[in-house]
């Protein structure tokens, strides 16, 4: 078995600690054990924010609703493809498109 280098795991150590710097996450405010989120959606949760060496409140939320609000924001949408910007279907006969109505042929 080989082991890795001092140097190359340190480097890996830092790029996956600065990956997580930032990272948020939210947690009941209920007593008792920790639950899974859909358990007591009316309760309050205070939001953590990761340092790199410890969990930082933040804020809090006042229900799940709004801490769903703050910890996904979504991404702006593309605007919808329009009537140009379809691809062009082109005149072929793939298996997938109608074919076009046989001519008669005369004899």
């Not at 890795?4 to 947690?27: I, M, N, T, V």
């Not at 702006?76 to 109608?98: Q, S």
Request: charged share 35%; net charge neutral.
């Amino acid at each position: 078995m080989s082991e890795e280098p001092l140097e190359s795991w340190a480097q890996r150590r830092a790029a996956d600690r600065a990956r997580k710097l930032g990272r948020l996450r939210a947690r009941t405010l209920a007593p008792g054990p920790e639950r899974g989120s859909h358990v007591n959606p009316g309760v309050e949760r205070v939001i953590e924010q990761w340092d790199g060496y410890q969990w930082v409140p933040v804020t809090v939320a006042v229900d799940l609703a709004a801490t769903k609000a703050l910890l996904f924001v979504p991404e702006p949408v593309d605007a919808r493809l329009t009537e140009w910007d379809r691809p062009n279907m082109g005149e072929d006969t793939g298996r997938h498109r109608k074919p076009a109505p046989v001519e008669r042929q005369e004899e």
